[in-house]
């Protein structure tokens, strides 16, 4: 159906009629985009059904990664391209009259997670798949994904989004594979053979039904899956009619949203049966598909490995030994081998208030056996700490999985796993030198590196298609299946007809996203200008505050002095804030309160613009990064685990203002101080200063005329009609001695931008620099990320 145009238009017309019984005539983008859909889903369904049984003949290990984050975004065009086939469709459509991009426009992101986290996941699958490695992803539905941010009087307002609204062309709901999960209840010992045994009594059980959506490889045969669970209720044979709603709505609540509120009980428990739920789900069903290949349990990690994408799946671990345990009947030392040779761990952050726990008294009710199992390892763990450190009950104490009354999730998480990544270099060296550093001195061999990446298929090809036309005319088109090979480019940066063209390339996505912001937030931005952006989740390390105070003192200087000599700048910002998280709210708030009155001041003739786009998601991000010049990746030192927005805009190539954290110090390595813009503290600056104390960011404020005028404009009524309203944020930099270090670092900052203003002036020098960016991206691409995950954590191998 997709061998020529011919063919394709003759099925597609065919389909929409027999579909919908409406000729071409009456039909709707909407109607185009589901039957295109279905179309793709039909063409793959073969070699989905081959790869699975070429994994089965194969007999060879197979991988499934779980993560309570999966944020795919749009997979219409994504899949054409992967497929090859997006010419041959294009090309027939136009001839229907109808435009491609018009009917992506439809498809609602998939918007199953909160940032790179989730992003990730989304990237490792797209490279699994092009590698034809046996790879699977196991996620929750969520009906109503994170939220939809809406920006109404500069406030950040939450919807539900409705993703699912019109159904899901995608998914494949297999109700004969659901699953049951127990929740509360009791557990009841009893004697079999000679040996204790354990049976859930009373349990409330929902039923999880898994909807498998085709991950489709690039150039390849190859379609691995993601299996996405909806929480439904297992049976309302309850007797009493409130009962029945109550137990619906609660079994409903756990596939509606990501990350509920957690402020108050309900929510912990709502968010632990989501990750229970999650981890449940998927360990029944990976076990039931090894039972159908092979007999013996015991060989079960020669044949899986389970990865977990951060803390949240965790109790993938008690809940494998659990079934190993209680269906299986192994001994405790059979099942704790299985276990922690089967689960991989990768830790995403060193934010302490980020590190997980739950109190007994919420965990052990909802999940009675799983808490024994984990006294049960906890207590072996902590026996075999004290006899290599007898006496040191601190020790102890600090690494137990329960102290306390908690249950320390990461800990868990160390203990019962295999392998344990950071996700940059000094992220880990973080992890083994301070974080987790006990933990490294007892299990050293577990703790390595794998930076992460990003699919250049999605974030280059698909995002960006003219300076992926360039590329290919330039270097050829192997970088595509070798990203490496991207460092071609590096020959062609003295070549002008090659600048000129990446110039005019940049230029056309920056007038394309002008337009993007004319449409949504009426701002007329000026495309000749530098496009500064910052877009990435709110957070205080993040620090889209310092970036917002070097606004204001950008505007404080124009306003001074009219005539300054700067290159006009259009700052653009995207983020959503946590709904509970109110700090963050008022930055967002903050930032569009600068953005009113810069963007309405005549008097400084346009040379800055600040711009808020709404609802920041996968969608939006692939507008922006093609158009940005300057890409902000700002956070304090030692904050930032890796980051993945700063890789799409180098890969894009935009130039880097940076601290050295995460994977920019990856990124200034590969090319150099020259084709940076590096700033402010380092990360062990940082860190000692945390420890040894002497930071007082009032001396910042007093000594500097510039800081204490931007900080005295959130209070004085420089902000119309805005009251008290950024109170919180003078009081975190003055009252709460400025955590992140934003007075600290803002000198430099300062000074960085006008080396930026200045290179920018010397565009040849500024597209060298572009050009050494892009030919080092390749790098970051997600296939290098995962490859090092196949070889040396999960030793899976390719299918062919
Ligand atoms: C890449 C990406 C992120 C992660 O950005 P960071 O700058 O690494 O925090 C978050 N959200 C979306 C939509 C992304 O595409």
Known sequence: MFTNKEAFKTYFLQKLEMTYGKTFEDSTSSDHFQILGHMIREYVSTNWINTNEAYRRNQGKQVYYLSIEFLLGRLLYHNLINLGIEKVVTEGLNELGINLRDIEEIEHDAGLGNGGLGRLAACFLD?????????????????????EQRIVDGYQIELPEQWLKHGQVWEVRKEDLAVDIQFWGNIDMYEKDG??????LNAETVTAVPHDVPVIGYDTTTVNTLRLWNAEPASLLAKDVNDIMRYKRETEKISEFLYPD????????????????????????????????????????QHISIHINDTHPVLAIPELMRILLDNEELSWEEAWEITKNTISYTNHTTLSEALEKWPIYLFQPLLPRIYMIIQEINERFCNELWDKHPGDFHKIENMAIIAHGMVKMAHLALVGSYSVNGVAEIHTEILKKREMSDFYQV????????????THRRWLIKANPKLTQLVTDTIGSEWIYQPDQLNKLLLFQQDNGFLQQLAS???????????????????????????????????AYKRQLLNVLHIMHLYNRLKENPTLDITPRTFIFGAKASPGYYYAKKIIKLINAVADKVNNDKTIQDKIKVVFLENYRVSLAEHIFPAADVSEQISTASKEASGTGNMKFMMNGALTVGTLDGANIEMRD???????FIFGMNADEVLDLYQHGGYRSTEYYHHDKRIKEVVDQLKNGFFHDTNNEFDPIFDSLL??????????????????????????????????????NIAKSGHFSSDRTIKEYADEIWKIKSNF
């Open 443 to 454: 299990f050293p061999e577990k703790f390595n590196n794998k930076t992460n990446g990003i």
């Open 127 to 147: 490279s699994l798949a092009t590698l034809n490695l046996p790879g699977h992803g196991f996620g929750i539905r969520y009906k109503h994904g994170l939220f």
């Open 735 to 772: 009252i709460e001695n400025d955590q992140y270090f934003v007075l600290k670092d803002f000198h430099s900052y300062e000074n960085i931008h006008q080396v930026v203003d200045q290179t920018y002036k010397n565009q040849q020098k500024w597209l060298q620099m572009c050009t050494v």
């Open 505 to 539: 390339i940049k230029q056309e996505n920056k007038i394309h996203l002008a337009e993007i912001i004319k449409e949504s937030n009426g701002i007329t931005v000026d495309p000749t200008s530098i496009f500064d952006v910052q877009v990435k989740r709110l957070h």
């Open 670 to 676: 590969l090319v150099g101080d020259d084709n940076i």
């Open 195 to 200: 040996k204790l045994q354990f049976r859930h």
């Open 262 to 301: 957690d402020a108050n009980d309900e929510g912990k428990i709502l968010r632990l049966k989501q990750q229970y739920f999650l981890v449940s789900s998927s360990l029944q069903s990976i076990i039931k598909n090894y039972k159908q290949q092979y007999k013996d349990i015991r060989n079960f990690h």
